[in-house]
């Protein structure tokens, strides 16, 4: 099993407000659908409900203690435990939110991180702090955007 996480993080590692994420640039959707289609994806509760319906061929898990919450095109489970098991042979991608990635974290080999060169002082939602050290850093690309600078980069665990 592979876990990965993919997310677009500002300097201060500001992923989203509003239950959206805070930068929407073509070329990082780009990335992110080319990067995760025809894998595993976990999200939590309200990032699922932040996409407009599950991601076409990805297999959708989402991890939620809402009994209630059976949402079309996905399964849910009740626990990162949980979504371990069912997915024990898979490559994932974590893609969400917070406190999923900060579950997340210690299991995962690989961050593809879209690292962009901007703030954002009212952001809701952070990705979880994490040693840089531990990670062999490689630039895959770099943007400009509306004058924003932001770089696609993978963090693989040494």
């Given amino acids: 099993m592979s876990i990965s996480m993919i997310a677009a993080i500002g300097k201060n590692n500001e992923l989203g407000k509003g239950n959206d994420l805070i930068w929407h640039f073509k ?6 659908k080319e990067t995760t289609m025809g894998s595993t994806v976990i999200m939590g509760r309200k990032t699922f409900e932040s996409l407009p319906k599950a991601l076409p061929n990805r297999r959708n898990i989402v991890i939620s203690r809402s009994k209630d ?8 489970v009740s626990s990162v435990k949980k979504a371990i ?3 024990e042979n898979e490559n994932v991608f974590i893609i969400g939110g917070g406190a999923i ?3 997340f974290l ?3 080999d690989r961050l593809f991180l879209t690292e962009i060169d901007a703030s954002c002082p009212d952001a809701e939602v952070y ?14 690309t770099d943007y400009e955007c509306d004058g924003i600078h932001f ?8």
């Fill in 27 to 32: 070329e990082d959707m780009k990335f992110f």
């Fill in 69 to 76: 919450f059976n949402p079309e095109g996905a399964e849910v």
């Fill in 85 to 87: 098991e069912i997915t």
């Fill in 101 to 103: 990635y900060k579950e």
């Fill in 106 to 108: 210690p299991l995962s």
């Fill in 127 to 140: 990705f979880p702090e994490f040693d840089k050290k531990l990670y062999k850093r490689k630039k895959l």
């Fill in 151 to 158: 770089s696609h980069v993978l963090y693989t665990k040494k």
